[in-house]
């Protein structure tokens, strides 16, 4: 692309904005309701279509969500759409990603932007064939990360639902064949062992090295996790942490290593945001990390987490905000099933959970590579015609 082709202009002349309306979250309906950190929940009336939506006040200011079909936007957000017909709504999503909107944020309580201000902000565009051919390139890009975040989710729920087939409703192979006999739990398989998780695998805590002290985190190579990061994620693995600590930042606080492929479990204010880390690590002090074992596989394991969610929150207490400790976690009540049966269903996942990973590192590399290449064609640095 020729940078002469491309026009700088104000983001005012570009985009017609307009304003999200109050609803309330974690509604149902045939339309999507998007927040500033993006789907909330659904309703069943609309107020826009094919649009961008912008993130306006608080964490996620400046977030911009692309939605081609019908739907709702919370007071939270802006929504921007074409100013005309000489500009193309998905090459807006990709200039509005790259425009980096947080940074036009003011406000002193919590950060904000506003409609005025992002006006103003200068952004250059190409003619409109090649906004489109930009945004087909980008597209293809957002298309096989939308393919590989299903197929995660399919593979999750298989293995989630065999879990639950087995282990809890228990219809797993051979059941006919199994007694029940009467237990703490209610009637289970006979051969089966209610035990507590205190003594069914080794159960670990975190915590948080000063931070007055510079050794502790200046070029640290140790993965130290915060409930945020799996809660960002959102995901089955995680290969690495926002923050790292040194050597001397874990000798001298109440932070512990434990090893790749255990099972983190975040433990206050948002609790049950669950990961399975993919390189040793440690975390922050809101964390139940769990270490499997060879009575307790490491996916038997994140499925019982995963499944027990609801008690860990009902178990949970504390006046500013809910936590559940490790002292009582270790009294939750733990069904063991056979080595055998466990045996059967981690050979079974296991390649469900290996292909879990493997799409979920294609979509880092996908992701990666489309936001380097995004700047790039926006600024005119690569020819689409080279594409």
């Not at 309701?33 to 659904?42: A, T």
Request: with cysteine; charged share 20%; glycine share 10%.
């Amino acid at each position: 692309m020729n940078m002469l082709s491309a026009q700088k202009m104000s983001l005012g002349d570009v985009v017609r904005f307009g304003n999200g309306k109050s609803i309330k979250p974690g509604g149902v309906g045939r339309y999507l309701v998007f927040g500033s950190n993006g789907i909330i929940g659904g309703c069943d009336e609309f107020r826009h279509e094919n649009g961008v939506i912008i993130g306006r006040v608080g964490a996620y200011c400046g977030a911009v969500v692309y939605c081609p079909s019908k739907f709702w936007a919370s007071d939270n957000t802006l929504v921007a759409y074409p100013a005309n017909g000489q500009f193309d709504t998905k090459f807006l999503f990709y200039l509005l990603s790259d425009a980096k909107l947080s940074r036009y944020a003011g406000g002193a309580a919590q950060p904000l932007v506003t409609q005025s201000v992002l006006k103003q902000v200068e952004v250059r565009v190409p003619p409109l064939p090649i906004q489109q051919r930009i945004a087909g390139i980008l597209s293809a890009y957002d298309e096989l990360i939308e393919n590989s975040q299903r197929r995660i989710k399919i593979l999750e729920a298989m293995a989630r639902g065999l879990y639950r087939e087995w282990f809890v409703h228990f219809r797993f192979p051979g059941h006919e064949n199994h007694s029940r006999v009467a237990s703490a739990l209610g009637e289970i398989p006979e051969g089966w062992e209610v035990k507590t998780t205190g003594d069914a695998f080794v159960i670990t805590g975190g915590g948080t090295p000063s931070r007055k002290e510079d050794e502790f985190w200046k070029n640290g190579t140790i993965q130290w996790y915060s409930p945020t990061d799996l809660t960002r994620a959102g995901a089955m693995f995680i290969d690495d942490s926002s923050d790292h600590i040194t050597e001397l930042g874990l000798a001298q606080s109440s932070a512990r290593m434990f090893p790749a492929f255990s099972v983190m479990l975040t433990s206050r204010a948002t609790i049950g945001a669950i990961s399975i880390n993919t390189q040793p690590a440690c975390t922050n002090q809101g964390f139940i990390t769990c270490l499997p074992n060879e009575r307790v596989p490491l996916y038997f394991l994140f499925h019982w987490l995963t499944e027990n969610v609801p008690t860990f929150q009902r178990m949970a207490s504390g006046a500013t905000f809910k936590e559940i400790s490790r002292g009582v976690f270790k009294t939750i009540d733990f069904l063991q099933p056979p080595a055998a049966l466990l045996g059967r269903f981690e050979t079974t996942t296991t390649p469900m959970a290996e292909q879990v990973l493997a799409l979920q590192r294609q979509i880092q590399n996908l992701r990666r590579s489309r936001d380097l290449l995004l700047p790039r064609l926006l600024s005119g640095q690569i020819d689409i015609g080279e594409i």
